[in-house]
């Protein structure tokens, strides 16, 4: 398998024997980071980080995967770079493709990340958009593997706002993989009926399948893998709130929900994560609505079935495997 020089911007662009081969280098290095063995096989190699959204997650694993690689980064905040406002994408990527060996984007629409790739002939990276969110996959995936062994005939529900980045992505990983996909919201909210089809004729291949539904129970009945992610998203307005709340509330992951799937059904969430009112917009929504918690109760978020924190670590380990195979080390 070669991935060199492949950018990583979406999981549409990769065949399934693709992503089982990150999956199963991401295993490999975090086994070796456990068994605390160096991998410095991108010494000598510089990457940037261009974030036109905030991060804690993506942000941390991009650097610290590289740092342990041996590689050097540079991050760029959402208002220190140039782009977009005095410099175009198109010349952006001309610039720093001159001097990185990689370049990781995160922000708003695809196709910013998309002209970025097609202007750099370096390795470019996703780091989460409007429409996908393909690191983040990689990670949810090898936690699923981590708890099933197998992810085979696994039933992955994702509740709330089904047309979001994660959830179009979730679509798109659990086709490529053979996987039982059940979209569970309001109706407004279902996934882009475009990708859907794009989605549907990918599972004739890998006997994966796709379900709309609004219906909780139908949902989540023997479901492997419960899956939420906030109701409004980064970028979207605070106005959405209000009309967000009311189409999503009972689509809420609660132990009512948790107890109608599956004996051994493990709760996920990409995080951040609204489950009680620690946070400013948590306390701000609890004062106008009265809502303690959104999109997953503070019981599930804390409870041996949610497998959060593994997943927010294996997004440290998966990209470490993305960064690895396109930018190439010559050093292992
Ligand atoms: N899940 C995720 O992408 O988290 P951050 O927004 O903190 O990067
Ligand atoms: N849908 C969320 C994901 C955050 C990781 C957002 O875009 O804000």
Redesign the pocket.
């Known amino acids: 398998m070669n991935l060199q020089n492949r950018d990583f911007l979406k999981l549409l662009d990769y065949t399934p024997e693709e992503i089982r081969y990150l999956l199963d280098l991401a295993k490999k290095f975090k086994k070796m980071k456990k068994e605390g063995i160096t991998h410095r096989y991108l010494e000598g190699k510089n990457i940037v980080l261009l974030f036109e959204?905030t991060s804690t997650?993506?942000r941390c694993a991009f650097e610290v995967a590289s740092y342990d690689l041996g590689a050097h980064v540079t991050y760029l905040d959402p208002v220190s770079s140039q782009m977009g406002k005095k410099e175009s994408i198109e010349d952006t990527a001309k610039v720093l493709a001159r001097m990185y060996d990689g370049i990781e984007y995160r922000g708003f629409s695809q196709e910013i990340v998309e002209t970025l790739a097609e202007n750099a002939d370096v390795p470019v990276f996703n780091g989460?958009t409007?429409e996908f969110?393909p690191t983040?996959m990689l990670a949810d995936i090898m936690t699923v593997e981590e708890n099933f062994d197998t992810i085979e005939n696994k039933k992955l529900v994702f509740m709330g706002?089904c047309r979001?980045?994660?959830a179009h992505s979730l679509m798109v990983v659990c086709s490529k993989l053979g996987m039982n996909f059940v979209a569970c919201g309001p109706r407004e909210l279902w996934p882009n009926e475009e990708l859907v089809e794009v989605c549907k004729n990918i599972n004739k291949e890998t006997n994966g399948s796709i379900l709309l539904t609004e219906n909780v129970e139908e949902a989540v009945t023997g479901a492997h893998v419960i899956y939420t992610?906030?109701w409004?998203?980064?970028?979207e307005d605070d106005s959405v709130w209000k009309q967000r709340i009311e189409l999503l509330r009972k689509y809420q992951v609660n132990k009512e929900v948790m107890n109608m799937a599956s004996s051994d059904v493990i709760f996920l969430h990409?995080?951040?994560s609204f489950h009680d009112l620690k946070t400013t917009i948590g306390k701000e929504i609890y004062e106008k609505f009265g809502l303690k918690e959104m999109e997953v109760t503070d019981e599930v978020f804390n409870s041996p079935n949610s497998k959060v924190m593994d997943e927010a670590e294996n997004r440290m380990h998966t990209i470490k495997a993305v960064l690895y195979a396109t930018i190439g080390g010559n050093n292992e």
């Open positions: 959204k997650r993506t989460l409007d969110h983040q706002d979001n980045n994660v992610d906030v409004v998203s980064m970028g990409c995080l951040p």
